[in-house]
């Protein structure tokens, strides 16, 4: 069959490419970009490890046609750093040690992202809410949790200094 | 998994998807037209369900990618009823103002699909024609007397939510909306604490004329009639998991616990 152009925004560069149509996002990502933030687990849109963000929603790249991001503006764990600084909540989750093995780490950071953007102030029982889209099977979600609560703090310091 | 000749069962992923052809789809004429042009094709809105499809052994030969037909996105008031556009997804529906103001109970049973990232996602259409008995959709939406509404290249056409499972649908339907009769004070109750043994909705309007539908994770759901004069009407809930006795004596206690918060509400 034959390949479909894609123009779509990744990390906040505008690209243009062309892929087969039975491509999934996450091949297209890590096999096509190099971008191996994203990681195959379940291969069936369920433990979250191969989450990005389209249009700042959140969306398993395992069960997301790459010609679907036409038009769309991506955003992978590679883009959360600006200017060699980590993100907020990259450095909430390295303070609180919210990852063992790290394999859903990424997934789980993007998630926090969608949420910020989402809900500026979650109270606990909505980050386990969104964290729970997600799998961590070395089970380390209290961590997590407090890395998420943390980050929610920290975005809100920031948010509030640039005000 | 998927049997292959030869091979028995074989676990599949999504790096062996057959080849398929892509209309993406700009207005629901366009879809329509697509899908009568590919006989057999597959339709993608959310996607939620439709690569798990694939990795059973789902090898159409074209898709049809409808999730940018902002018409069916849409949820309103017209003539009486509440349209909900098939692409909605649990997100959408479940915020909706209109959703929670028109039918209390509704938006809150619908919030508890699937958890935040799939609710993103997912539609309501794509929760229906997917056919799966887990899947909630159904089960609520036949507590509402909802009906469905088709598009196809031979003109339009309209069914039960409950006749989902088994309507010979014309070549190339496509579901557009979901249409919900509204009544004087229907509102909705889920019961779910029991999922996936059990889950039951029970919907009921102010001249106490509803519908209860309990369901399974394994078999259809089941409708009764529960308006004034219909009379029990009993039958067979029992699946591989749970017995009837067992069911039948739950259902009950859920209704008592159901009738309860509806009448509290």
């Known amino acids: 069959m034959s390949p479909l152009q894609i123009r779509y925004s990744l990390n906040g560069k ?5 892929v087969p149509p039975s491509m999934m996002l996450v091949d297209y990502l890590r096999d096509r970009l190099d971008l191996k933030g994203a990681r195959i687990g379940c291969s069936r849109g369920v433990c979250g490890a191969c989450t990005v963000l389209v249009d700042g929603k959140p969306v398993a790249g395992c069960s997301y046609f790459a010609f679907q991001i036409d038009g769309r503006n991506i955003e992978t764990v590679e883009g959360l750093e600006q200017d060699g600084k980590w993100h907020v909540i990259q450095q909430a989750f390295a303070d609180h040690s919210a990852f063992q093995c790290g394999y859903c780490t990424s997934g789980m950071m993007l998630i926090t992202k969608a949420m910020l953007e989402h809900e500026s102030n979650p109270d606990r029982q909505s980050i386990i809410d969104w964290i729970s889209s997600n799998v961590c099977r070395c089970s380390g979600y209290p961590q997590i949790i407090a890395a998420v609560e943390d980050a929610v703090e920290r975005s809100a310091a920031k948010a509030g200094q640039a005000a | 998994m998927k049997r292959v000749d030869g091979a028995g069962l074989i676990a599949t992923s999504f790096r062996s998807l057959p080849a398929f052809g892509v209309t993406v789809a700009r207005d629901i004429g366009e879809a329509v037209r697509a899908l009568a042009a590919h006989d057999g094709a597959a339709v993608l809105s959310g996607g939620a369900d439709l690569v798990a499809q694939f990795n ?7 898709l049809v990618d409808i999730s940018r037909i902002d018409a069916m996105k849409s949820i309103e008031h017209r003539n009486g ?16 103002a209109v959703v929670q103001s028109t039918i209390p109970g509704f938006a809150e049973a619908w919030r508890k699909i699937a958890n935040v990232r799939i609710r993103m996602s997912a539609t309501i259409g794509g929760n229906l024609m997917a056919r799966r008995t887990r899947y909630e959709g159904a089960i609520l939406l036949s507590a ?10 031979n003109g339009p056409c309209d069914i039960a939510v409950e006749d989902i499972w088994d309507a010979v649908l014309p070549a190339g339907a496509l579901l557009t909306a979901i249409r919900i009769p509204l009544r004087d004070g229907l509102r909705l109750d889920y019961e779910r604490s029991l999922r996936p043994v059990m889950t039951q909705a029970l919907a009921i309007d102010l001249e106490g004329i509803g519908q209860l539908v309990t369901a399974t994770e394994f078999t259809r759901p089941r409708l009764l009639d529960i308006s004034p004069g219909a009379g029990y009407q009993p039958y067979a809930i029992g699946d591989p998991v749970a017995g009837d006795d067992y069911l039948n004596h739950t259902a009950g206690v859920f209704m008592r616990r159901q009738l309860a918060r509806l009448a509290a509400s």
């Not at chain 2, 009823?81 to 909706?96: D, K, N, P, R, Y």
């Not at chain 2, 509402?144 to 290249?153: D, H, N, P």
């Open chain 2, 81 to 96: 009823c509440l349209w909900i556009g098939a692409c909605v997804t649990h997100q959408q529906g479940s915020a909706s």
């Open chain 2, 56 to 62: 059973e052994g789902f090898a159409p030969t074209h």
């Open chain 1, 14 to 18: 505008a690209r243009e490419d062309h």
């Open chain 2, 144 to 153: 509402l007397a909802a009906r469905l509404q088709f598009e196809s290249a």
